[in-house]
């Protein structure tokens, strides 16, 4: 039996509808900053935001707090 895997594409405007007030205004910074948001995840007390510019990475809690992490490996 062959199984077929579909990987879903998210849309920038189905992402950014999932965030709270606050990730929106911490997301408004790093736009200026050049980032942009790549993907959600939901996580116990709501979407995780995660956005890039290059090899850099910001991930953006439901509260908005940022974490950067230059290092972390993406696949």
């Known amino acids: 039996m062959n199984v077929e895997r579909r990987v879903k594409t998210q849309n920038i405007k189905d992402n950014i509808d999932r965030l709270s007030i606050s990730q929106e205004i911490v997301l ?35 509260s908005g707090i940022t974490e950067y992490n230059s290092q972390l490996a993406i696949r």
């Open 28 to 62: 408004i910074e790093a736009f200026s900053l050049g980032f942009s948001l790549q993907h959600t995840r939901v996580v116990n007390d709501g979407v995780l935001a995660i956005a890039n510019k290059g090899d850099c990475i910001l991930t953006i809690t439901p």
